[in-house]
Structures are given as structure tokens and as C-alpha cells.
């Protein structure tokens, strides 16, 4: 085909985020400054920012048999770069400023890393195609290997790095096995034809082994053993990558293969998919009661947020993509925000972040404002009224309720008073004093720092959210309702 003005348009968002990684890479490579690489990862990304709005007017634009750029797209690729734009300021935060206070080794490279997850984030919410699916998928995961292990000198780091690229690695292998097969019977890498084909058994069986490896990427139930070990080893910035970016991407082309590929909103393998949705619930909710690390607790609530997005799913008409881009737009910013005050605890200097829960008992007599932003941010993961993940969760019920799924609805309610018991045990560590106990003391002037502006932006955004959505789901609807699926 040939590229017009209208179809490089529609790619500003990737061709920017390229162009940044590109310049990212000679700035490192003419000279090391830390505050000029981050200040250029800014900028590009916020230009990709904005170039959305841009793209959104000229779509839906075919660009090759590859990618669709349609509003479904550009929402997702919206939701990617703010989240990958807060990434990068928690990190800049987090690895400090100098040599002398902050990380010892090349500081320069998470960033490029960061910026190229995102590329690999924006090809896999556009594609149209398994073998982009595939390219988009790789390119979002392999830079995180070295993400998790980037502080080198900790042992926690490598065995979580290395642990999430084996399962990774299984995970890219079924599903490449499960695109094989479909091929076979199809003869087709294109959603739209193999829509065509009518659901065989065959088709059926590669979507099953698809399923398995975005399990994996999602971290459900039963493949989510690997989830708790690699957020509590990844450095705090990495870990709020992996729990935001890596999950929009996965799930929004997850909810495309659901709408497109036959044979799997029925039957045996949408039976498999509610069985998965309330393991999720249930497990992820059950399992975080039993812990008393932070980052472990955000690991397995975020198995049974993505369980609650299932329900959303499963119901997959009426209310469920505006449920789902409400609810990923809500979880996106609640997990951003808890991340975040871990990592403004932390240090790259210490043998492990700021994740024990007894670091943090007593933090509001000492760091108040962190404490106002941590327990805005467990109110919203538990869905009480007036935060946004309210907002998010109330919008999946209505989903639920519209496609009469009961049992995943009865099973949502427990999980989530499961949910709020942890929470609160969280909000309450906070307020006790532990005299004589060591404590990570957060550095002296946060609230002025880069990280501690966005983190402080973050919770001011899910109390208004939660107490006006109106603007974020007039953009939902547009986005759902003009997306081709």
C-alpha cells in the first residue's frame, strides 16, 4: 500500500515514541547526563501525547495489514504513554539525581527501556494481525527483563528477572503454537478474515493456547505464580510499569481477539474464561490477606482486578468497552499512585525497596501527605464510593447485571470484601505508632520533586474522578463507540 499524510497521522503517536527512542539513544551515546536523558523522555512522550488527538480525528486508518488505527487504538495508546510518562518520572525520582545519592551504575538505560516497552505497548492496542499481536507483544516484554533486573547488585532483582523472562519465554510459546493453528485452518493472520472462517474446533483450541499465553502476560489464575516474586524484585518504577502498561496492552488486544476470533464468546472456552475470571477473584483476593509486603499485596490485587475485567468481558456487549476502558483508565491510576509512594520511600541504594509493611507503620506521623496519597489509593483499590475505582467497579457490575452473569457477579462482590479487609489493614498500618522500630524515612522535600508533584497529581485525579467521571467517560463512549471490533 502506499502512505499517505492520513495514514502517517494516524501513526504520529508510534513514529514520535520512536523518534524519542532514537534520540534517547544518541544523547546516551554523545554524552551521560541523567536530568538531559530524562528531560528528552519527557518531552517525546508528551509529544506522542498529544499527537493522539491528531490521530483520533483521522481514524479508523488501515496502516498495512498489520496495524488499525481506530479511536479503540488511540484511547489505549492515550492510556500507555501517561502511564509510561509517570513511570519515567517515578524512576527519575527513585534512581536520583547524582551518583552520590542515588544509583551507582548507567542510569541512562532504564529510560530507553521504558520508551521501548512503550512502542512494543502501542503496536500490540493497534494490530490488527497475530503476527503484529506478536511483534508488539515481544517488544513490550523483552525490554522488561532487563527492566526487573536493573539493580544488578541485588539479588532479588535477578531472581525476579529471571524468573519472568522463563515463564515469559513459555508464555510467547504457546502462544505462537496457538497462532499456528489457527493459521493452519484459516490460512490467515488478519482478525477480519479469520472472523470469516466460522468457528472450528481447531480455531477453538488455538484460542484456548492464545488464552494461556496472555494469561500469563495478565498474570490470571492459574498462571500468575510468577506475579508476587517479580513485583516485590523489581525496582518500584519497573514494577508500576509492569502492573499498568503491560497489562492495558495486553488486555485491550486481548478484548479484540474476543470480539473477533469465532468460537470464543461461546461454549467451552467462554466457560473456561468465567472459571478463570472467579479463580482470579478468589485467589488473588485470598492470597493478599496472607501477606505482609507491600509490593506482594499490589501483586496479587492486581490478579483479581484483572479477574474483575474477565466479568467485564465475558459480558462483552452493552456497557463492556466502556467498562473495560473505564475500569483500566481507574486501575491504571490507583496502582500508579501506590507504586509510587513505595517508590519515593525507596532507594536504589538498599538491599530491597521500602515494601515491608512495618516500614510503613506510623508513616502519617511523620509523612503526612505521602500517607494522604497511599490511602486515597487503597480506598480506590477497594472501590469505596467517591475515589474512581468506584467509578470502574460500578460500571463492570452494570455489565455483569446487563448479561445476567450471576455467578461471576456473586463471586466479584465476595472478592472485593475480601479486598477491603486488606486495604484497610494497609490504611491502618499507617496510623499506628512503632516506636524504637526502624523505619525508610521518604527524602527531605518529595512533595517539590518531580515524582512527588505527579504522585500528589495522581491522587487529586482519582478524588475527582470518583466525584466527577463525566469527562472521562464522554471519552470512553467516543472511543467505544466509533472503535472497528
Given at each position: 500500500m502506499q502512505l499517505t499524510n492520513i495514514h502517517l497521522t494516524a501513526?504520529?503517536?508510534?513514529?514520535?515514541?520512536?523518534?524519542?527512542?532514537?534520540?534517547?539513544?544518541?544523547?546516551?551515546?554523545?554524552?551521560?547526563?541523567?536530568?538531559?536523558?530524562?528531560?528528552?523522555?519527557?518531552?517525546g512522550l508528551n509529544l506522542a501525547l498529544l499527537s493522539v488527538i491528531p490521530a483520533s480525528r483521522v481514524a479508523p486508518q488501515a496502516i498495512t495489514s498489520l496495524l488499525l488505527v481506530d479511536r479503540f487504538a488511540c484511547y489505549y495508546i492515550a492510556l500507555i504513554l501517561v502511564a509510561t510518562l509517570a513511570c519515567i518520572t517515578l524512576a527519575y525520582a527513585y534512581l536520583g539525581r547524582t551518583r552520590t545519592e542515588g544509583f551507582k551504575g548507567n542510569r541512562e538505560e532504564m529510560y530507553l527501556l521504558l520508551l521501548l516497552a512503550a512502542a512494543g505497548g502501542i503496536?500490540?492496542?493497534?494490530?490488527?494481525?497475530?503476527?503484529?499481536?506478536?511483534?508488539?507483544?515481544?517488544?513490550?516484554s523483552v525490554p522488561v527483563?532487563?527492566?526487573?533486573?536493573?539493580?544488578?547488585?541485588?539479588r532479588h532483582s535477578l531472581e525476579a528477572s529471571i524468573k519472568y523472562?522463563?515463564?515469559?519465554?513459555?508464555?510467547?510459546?504457546?502462544?505462537?503454537?496457538?497462532?499456528?493453528?489457527?493459521?493452519?485452518?484459516?490460512?490467515?493472520?488478519?482478525?477480519?478474515?479469520?472472523?470469516?472462517?466460522?468457528?472450528t474446533e481447531l480455531i477453538r483450541l488455538g484460542a484456548a493456547l492464545m488464552l494461556v499465553g496472555l494469561g500469563f502476560k495478565l498474570s490470571l489464575v492459574p498462571f500468575h505464580l510468577w506475579t508476587p516474586d517479580v513485583y516485590q524484585g523489581a525496582p518500584a518504577p519497573v514494577a508500576a510499569f509492569l502492573a499498568t502498561v503491560s497489562k492495558v496492552g495486553a488486555f485491550a488486544v486481548l478484548f479484540r481477539l474476543y470480539l473477533q476470533l469465532p468460537g470464543i464468546s461461546e461454549g467451552w472456552l467462554n466457560?473456561?474464561?468465567?472459571?478463570?475470571?472467579?479463580?482470579?477473584?478468589?485467589?488473588?483476593?485470598?492470597?493478599?490477606?496472607?501477606q505482609g509486603n507491600l509490593k506482594r499485596i499490589l501483586g496479587y490485587s492486581s490478579i483479581a482486578h484483572l479477574g474483575y475485567l474477565l466479568v467485564a468481558l465475558i459480558a462483552s456487549k452493552g456497557l463492556a468497552g466502556e467498562a473495560i476502558a473505564v475500569y483500566l483508565a481507574t486501575y491504571v491510576l490507583t496502582t500508579l499512585g501506590g507504586?509510587?509512594?513505595?517508590?519515593?520511600?525507596?532507594?536504589?541504594?538498599?538491599?530491597?525497596?521500602?515494601?515491608a509493611l512495618y516500614d510503613y507503620r506510623g508513616l502519617f506521623w511523620h509523612r503526612p501527605y505521602l500517607t494522604a496519597v497511599l490511602t486515597t489509593m487503597m480506598l480506590s483499590l477497594a472501590g469505596i464510593p467517591l475515589t474512581a475505582g468506584f467509578i470502574g467497579k460500578f460500571y463492570v457490575i452494570a455489565s455483569g447485571v446487563e448479561s445476567n452473569l450471576w455467578w461471576l457477579l456473586?463471586?466479584?462482590?465476595?472478592?472485593?470484601?475480601?479486598?477491603?479487609?486488606?486495604?484497610?489493614?494497609?490504611?491502618?498500618?499507617?496510623?499506628?505508632r512503632?516506636?524504637?522500630?526502624?523505619?525508610?524515612?521518604?527524602?527531605?522535600?518529595?512533595?517539590?520533586?518531580?515524582?512527588?508533584?505527579?504522585?500528589?497529581?495522581?491522587?487529586?485525579l482519582t478524588v475527582l474522578l470518583g466525584v466527577y467521571p463525566q469527562p472521562l467517560l464522554d471519552l470512553v463512549q467516543q472511543a467505544v463507540l466509533t472503535a472497528s471490533l
Open positions: 501513526m504520529l503517536p508510534l513514529l514520535l515514541t520512536a523518534a524519542t527512542i532514537v534520540a534517547v539513544m544518541l544523547i546516551i551515546a554523545w554524552k551521560r547526563n541523567h536530568a538531559l536523558t530524562f528531560g528528552l523522555s519527557a518531552i503496536v500490540l492496542v493497534s494490530t490488527a494481525n497475530l503476527a503484529g499481536l506478536f511483534i508488539g507483544l515481544e517488544l513490550l527483563y532487563g527492566l526487573v533486573g536493573y539493580v544488578f547488585f541485588n523472562m522463563v515463564l515469559s519465554a513459555a508464555g510467547s510459546a504457546f502462544l505462537l503454537f496457538g497462532m499456528a493453528m489457527i493459521y493452519a485452518d484459516t490460512g490467515s493472520l488478519n482478525f477480519s478474515q479469520i472472523s470469516q472462517a466460522g468457528a466457560t473456561l474464561l468465567a472459571v478463570i475470571a472467579m479463580a482470579s477473584i478468589l485467589i488473588g483476593n485470598l492470597l493478599a490477606l496472607l507504586f509510587g509512594v513505595i517508590t519515593l520511600m525507596s532507594t536504589p541504594l538498599k538491599e530491597q525497596d521500602a515494601d456473586g463471586t466479584l462482590i465476595v472478592g472485593s470484601a475480601i479486598g477491603a479487609f486488606y486495604y484497610l489493614r494497609v490504611i491502618v498500618t499507617l496510623f499506628m512503632a516506636p524504637g522500630e526502624h523505619r525508610y524515612e521518604a527524602p527531605n522535600g518529595w512533595g517539590h520533586q518531580a515524582g512527588g508533584i505527579m504522585l500528589l497529581a495522581v491522587a487529586l
